[in-house]
């Protein structure tokens, strides 16, 4: 079912209006080709803001601005409770204008207006203060030493912990500015300075973000941001040489260029990337929990997450039961603008979006799957798929093997663990996966089993600043999160002493 389009809210205007300039050094700048792109509405297809477009020239510029930040400003060498205390100001600025960052980012990424204010928006708020906690708690170690040749001869040996440096940051448009906050805050807490690149689909709410930064007395040129596209912007940080570490989240394909691009100076490269996370339901699972689990694991935030639950593997006696109730739940949702209070589903992001999803509504029915819910776009303006739920999936289709990042779950049954097991782990991905059981140990056994970063147990895409989140196998470098993230931005420095 869908529900009417709602207009764009006044208090947006005047931020819409302003031209939409890049943050480099502290002041708001044109891209120095003059050159600007078109930001759509995804729910109406039309053009709501234009922005600076960013090329290597400007990244030139921001990455001098970071590296006189770094090099010579006062960043690095401020103590880790003053950067605490800017930190923690950029998470309550955050909290003050959540509604203003809530409606930004259901205009330019079309979710509803709720999802963005109770996740991303109070989740970016979290990561900020949780890592301004962590800016006065980095510290090394005191290590005993002893050479096997000179017994007697005495040392002091310790580490020291420190900043990383210059770090580029490309991001994506599922949460833009929730994964704007999990790149900048432990960069911040860590003392480095950062370039950020928003997607170029969603950059207005990291430039909100940028003026809310500037608010909270961050330093001129600790945080610039360089909107653009990734061939030209983003692959421009990727292999800039005076860069010392690029964070990247998106596809995998694109994160391996961001390897090659690299290799020039050998930056220190972390990576979250694509996912195909099995979401297992046992026979035993309380099923009306695991039913509206399941749906919600594929279909939140259009099913544009790189957790989603996008392989559904039911034991064989309820599988009829549980793609019946899936479905049931994915033709109840409510599709629209995420400025309706009665939407649950947004459009997807862009008309590339759009395109690719429905390319792969037709590859599965083509390749023999059957859409048990959904199927098709809907017949509307704007970027608009319905909620499918694709049975008689087989692990040889690519709605099975490739990332679709869209609505889409493909069903498949299992009848014991070990093939459980085998099928679950049949992919290139492993960021996440869930299962639901009411017997514990089985529920153990298979978090310990299945290669992948995140295991939710009877629940699905529960994130916390706290817990470490990102993927083995081609699912990314790295974790985002929790304290392992900050090892992402710190050097380590043996220090020895000859007492
Ligand atoms: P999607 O295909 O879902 O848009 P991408 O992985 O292409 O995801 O994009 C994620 C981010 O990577 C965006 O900010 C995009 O501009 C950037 N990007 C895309 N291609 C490149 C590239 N060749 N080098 C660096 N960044 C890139």
Redesign the pocket.
Known sequence: STATNSPIPESLQPFLRSPKKMLIGGNWVEAKSGKQFDVYDPATDQVIAQVAEGEAADVELAVAAARHAFDRGPWSKMGGAERARLIWRIGELIDEHADELAQLETLDNGKPFAVAKAADVALAAEMFRYMAGWATKIEGNTIPIRLPFAPDAEFHAFTLKEPVGVVGQ????NFPLLMAAWKLAPALTTGCTVIL?????TPLSALRLGELIQQAGIPDGVVNIVTG???TA??A??SHEQIDKVA????T???K??IN?ATGNLKRVSLELGGKSPNVIYDDADLDAAIAGAADAIFFNQGEVCSAGSRLFVQQGVYEQVVAGVSEIAKSLQVGSGFDAATQMGPLVSRE?FNRVTGYLKAGVDQGAEASAGGSALDRPGYFVQPTVLKHATEEMSVVREEI?GPVVAAMPFSDDAELVRKANNTAYGLAAGVWTRDISKAHRFAKSVKAGSVWINCYSVFDAALPFGGYKQSGWGREMGHAVLENYLQTKSVCVSL
């Open positions: 490309i991001i994506p448009w690149k928003p997607a170029e689909q596209f990734g061939e983003g692959a940080i990727a990247f989240t998106g596809s394909e694109v994160g260029l961001i691009a979006q990042f």
